[in-house]
């Protein structure tokens, strides 16, 4: 009767968000219960409005050889992970838009501004057959190709020279199927009398070779219409398929989502479909129709389900990847909570995820369910693939043919998320029926995550979906298969408990819509508040611990970032002179709080009270985040309270460096070096840094000790100075002594403080090293202004700082971060003010 009277209350809670303030919590509400010296010290931020706790699943981990041998096989066959090659656009363009080869140029000018287009794009001739050989053999090297564009454009070809069409067909399906190339469609529109400039000839010959060689030959898919036509090719409609080509290419090499993975990356299941994300489920017939309401719902949502299903156009493949690609543009302007997707170097802060669906009748849905409409369903879903959708929705109660191929075409070439689904309609399932359905929603342990949704009578069953969704998770591992986040819902208005109880990624409505997509749908801002109010979500506190730090821009981050997300957490500072007056405090103890970032000087100091500690925590030998876990952690001789440390820092060295020198295998015949400059904690996170990056260390600190000291714990080697020349005496060691011939400084890492004024012999700078100087303020610090100057790409301290800090906000909340907003924060707080407008 309780539980009965609390959901009662929770669909009406909504209404109080209006009058709670934001942040229910302050430092004045419990003072008097706690020390006042250390009270003296905080200095918070109280900021949002919700707040989140761990899913059963998200606090478990399977090790059993069976989910390991899925994950690696997973892993190591999606092909186009951390791709080395070249490009290959194919399609026919129209006489007037010259599309392709505009494309290619503005994605090298981009991108790689240092590489002239006639060197990185190569352009199958229509007059001559010269350039045939140089295009096959491309790939055929291995690595070092990267980057580069194959040009394939049809458009032109005489209508009547079969022969040398044919050569043309030729090289696709040698660079696609042999040579086995990234290949996008770019897909011209040629049937809009109207706008179109495509010649008869090249319209019959698109017409013709769509489906047998471009389609075919090609995994990715970008819809142009008339956009290309324009002169200007400075226009919004231009620049935005621009960038739906970098996103392509951003989700091809993105790493493959394993299921059941806990490893935080920008492809995990755990936090894309994490603790209180949302999808916005869309209804309209027709997309356009969903402009007006983007800015509003784009604040509250992690996501947009496209529902093919109930679109005009959902037979179409053209008009249905235009249609995600003018979704896309909507929401550009207006994401927040999106996370970060890198490509090529940068980063792409605007992509608003999307969860792709074909919902059929016996699902809840519109579309046939009979065999012809199971059979075009499974050609949908392929689009969706080829769109290079976020997440992707598979029914699992159709054709387990079908399903296999998509599943594995999906595990092979795409980087996209697999949820699968089941929809219970109109008669009412056992519990112990309801977890065999979510069993068969993991597809044999190939899915990412899994939903059912149930109907019942009463509301006295609103919570066996989710009770169905924990014994699943308990069976999957205890049966050492992939654990995965269970979404569980309850049809119609009687359901819409479960959607409050169902913490990971929610299917939402939006007020300011005309309509719901289905009923018993809430909205994001109704679920957390109610989810405050019942205490199904608690308020908790984070600070940042170290000493004398009132320069840092932590609490403005992680406070920006928590009202983002909704969440109703605090964060402060702990400014104190010990770990000791840290740990004893009984705001340490206190059931609010729930994890800190550390820094100088405490970060070795709190290893002592730390009860687990990740990998990356133990061999760097330091620990800059704390997580209080309330359940069993792996590694832990206790139950209850656990207090885990790890380290992001090494994260915010590695992701920026990963994005612009990629990973490379470490070997005894490697020359691709790292110069690490510094001998404290930091010098420790870069050296590890390094080692994931593949890179050979060399190491040099004024205090040779120290640097020693790192060589020991992450090999590598330790010179006395900075000299080309080689040192005269065997007790020295300078830089050009460690350096073997041919080898490469392919980045400098600098730990020394801004105060010291370091700069680098011209030499080094000579060899264009990326420099990467892990101060943040000042934001000119001299050796990065000395560094630009010669030429070199920089990464600043600021970058560490956000990219740490979206790890440690990613494991304390078990979500995706808001990436833009906590680099904006950032910005703003590091930035010369006379920087602020240039950065926007």
Known sequence: MILHNIRLLSLLLFVAQLVLPAGCFSIADNRNHRSPKFYKTLGWTSIGATTSINSVTSSSSSSSSDTDTIKND?????????????????????????????????????????????????????????????????????????????????????????????RFVEMAEKVYSQNGLLS????????????????????????????DVFVKYSDYELCIKNEGISSNYDNDDWQHIEWELARLIARARLEPAIPGAL???????????????????????????????????????????????????????????????LLRKYCRPH??????????????????????????EHQAGTYPDD??????????????????????DVESAWDEVKTDALLTRAEERYSSQILGSHHVVGMEVTTEQAVDLFQQCALDGRAHGAKVVLSIESDEKDTMAHQAALLSSSISLREGKPVIPNISLILGDVGSYSRIINIPFTPVSHESLPFKAAPGQMSASEIMAARVLTKIVTSKRYVILGHNIDYSVSPQMHGAAFAATRLPYQYGRADVETVEEFVESEFFMDNAFAGCSVTIPHKQAIIPYVDVMSDAASTIGSVNTLVIKDKIVEGAEKMGRVIYGDNTDWKGIFNPLERKLGVRTEDEDSHD????????GTARAAAYAASKLGLKRIYYNRTPEKAQDLADSFGGIVINNLDEELSENTIEKSLGDALPQGASIKVVISTLPAAAEFVLPEWILGKKPVVFDVNY?????????????????VVRGSEMLWEQGVGQFEAWTQRTAPYAVMKSVVLSNCLPKEEESSSD
């Open 673 to 680: 070096y790292a110069l690490i400059l510094g001998g404290g």
């Open 263 to 325: 490893t935080p990356s920008t492809n995990t299941a755990h936090l894309t479909m994490g603790d209180n994300t949302f999808f916005l489920s869309l209804s309209f017939p027709e997309i356009e129709q969903v402009e007006p309401y983007v800015e509003e719902m784009c604040v509250d949502v992690d996501a947009m389900e496209y529902r093919t299903d109930l679109l005009s156009c959902r037979d179409s493949r053209f008009d249905l990847i235009y249609g995600m690609q």
């Open 184 to 211: 996008v469609y770019v897909n011209v529109d040629s049937s809009d009398e109207t706008t179109s400039t495509m010649s008869d000839a090249s319209k019959k010959i698109k017409n013709r070779l769509e489906d």
């Open 335 to 360: 994401v927040v909570r999106s996370p970060a997707l890198p490509v090529c170097g940068q980063i792409l802060e605007d992509v608003m995820p999307i969860v792709y669906t074909v919902r059929t």
């Open 74 to 166: 997973v892993a190591s066959r999606n092909m186009f992970h951390d791709y080395d090659k070249p490009i290959v656009l194919i399609g026919c363009s129209s006489e007037k838009g010259n599309e392709i080869q505009r494309l290619a140029e503005s994605f090298l000018s981009q991108y790689y501004p240092d590489i002239s287009l006639n060197e990185g794009i190569t352009k199958a001739s229509l007059s001559s057959d010269d350039d045939y050989d140089d295009i096959i053999s491309l790939g055929e090297n291995g690595k070092g190709q990267w980057p580069g564009i194959v040009v394939l454009d049809f458009s032109g070809l005489p209508n009547d020279d079969a022969e040398r069409e044919s």
């Open 371 to 392: 065999e012809a409409g199971i059979s075009k369903m499974f050609d949908i879903l392929d689009w969706g693939l080829r769109a290079g959708v976020e997440c992707i």
């Open 777 to 793: 303020k000042p934001y000119f610090t001299k050796l990065l202004v000395q560094s630009e100057e010669a030429g070199c790409q």
